[in-house]
């Protein structure tokens, strides 16, 4: 007698189907079993040396911050004048804080490049356990403050940079914004969130509904969490789970995506639709029949050229006469 398969099986479209049978042939143990050196090892991407997205102008960065120096990745789209500053979207990868790298977004922030004619700047901020909360926001912090600082002479209009992630650096995205917004410093013009981590109590439905998801199930979102926060971390900060915030009023318009098969669906959804009853323009898009992590797989899902193409169209249309990016 075989178990019978997860319920949520039928909800996946045969691209998403293939690939959870690799990643289930790829991964000997979930995840969360594996721990971080293996983890890594085994889902860490490596370069790619024919990019599906050529760009002329890719480039390197060595931002300071308070704990030293952090790399960052600058895309500049290739109609980009020469005599003129780019609005610019600084992009945190996911990686449930542990895992991730430039080169597992590299051609995500290629294609958002080429297609919104924006300048992409791809952080590599520091990973947990060895670094954990706050390391990666401050990380970020610190960066995004080094950019405003540069921005003119990276060709980049500072009135115009926006934050986004994905997972993880969705958390970090939506975090750095709380993070301004106390200290009363000008906010990103946008916050672009892909299926982002946002809250640390895993209770909502989805949590249970795919608790054994592919690539992330409940037991890894949780590890990963705990891997950042450390074990002893009481929980309800809301620099670490932005849900937590007691407001969330004046903080920067969103697009949020979201994936139909995850555990972090619900809680990602539920902060959409919190932002938008607390006065913020949101627009939000929930991608039916594929889980986690799709959005920056561009070459294996068709919705994430969808996705990806709709994070274009939002950051073209944010400074259109008359544009409304409300839901």
Not at 95 to 111: I, K, M, P, Q, Y
Not at 121 to 145: F, I, K, M, T, W
Not at 267 to 287: F, I, N, P
Request: overall charge negative; charged content about 20%.
């Amino acid at each position: 007698m075989t178990d019978a398969p997860p319920a949520w099986q039928d909800l996946l479209d045969d691209q998403a189907t293939a690939v959870a049978g690799l990643i289930s042939q790829l991964l000997p143990k979930p995840l969360h079993e594996l721990g971080p050196e293996q983890a890594r090892a085994l889902v860490d991407s490596t370069p790619s040396a024919q990019p599906i997205t050529r760009l002329e102008h890719v480039g390197q960065l060595t931002m300071t911050t308070r704990a030293g120096a952090i790399t960052a990745r600058l895309y500049r789209p290739d109609d980009a004048r020469s005599d003129s500053a780019t609005p610019a979207l600084v992009y945190l990868h996911g990686g449930g804080f542990v895992l991730g790298t430039l080169d597992g977004s590299d051609e995500l922030c290629r294609a958002i490049a080429a297609g919104s004619g924006w300048t992409v700047v791809s952080l590599e901020y520091r990973l947990a356990p060895e670094n954990p909360y706050p390391a990666a926001l401050e990380d970020c912090v610190d960066a995004y403050a080094w950019l405003l600082r540069s921005a003119p002479d990276l060709g980049i209009d500072p009135a115009r940079i926006a934050i986004g992630g994905d997972s993880a650096g969705g958390n970090l995205a939506a975090a750095l914004c709380l993070y301004r917004r106390g200290e009363g410093s000008a906010l990103p013009v946008a916050q672009v969130l892909a299926y982002p981590a946002v809250d640390d109590t895993f209770t909502r439905p989805s949590w249970s509904d795919f608790a054994d998801a592919p690539l992330l199930g409940a037991a890894e979102g949780r590890w990963f969490w705990e891997q950042y926060v450390g074990a002893g971390h009481p929980g309800g900060d809301p620099l670490a789970a932005p849900m937590r915030a007691k407001s969330l009023r004046g903080l920067p318009p969103a697009l949020v995506i979201t994936a139909e098969v995850d555990p972090i669906r619900d809680d990602a959804e539920a902060y959409a639709q919190r932002l938008r009853e607390e006065g913020v323009a949101v627009s939000s898009t929930r991608y039916d029949g594929v889980f986690h992590g799709f959005f920056t797989e561009v070459a294996v899902f068709t919705q994430a050229k969808q996705a990806i193409g709709e994070v274009c169209r939002y950051l073209r249309d944010l400074h259109a006469p008359g544009a409304d990016q409300r839901a």
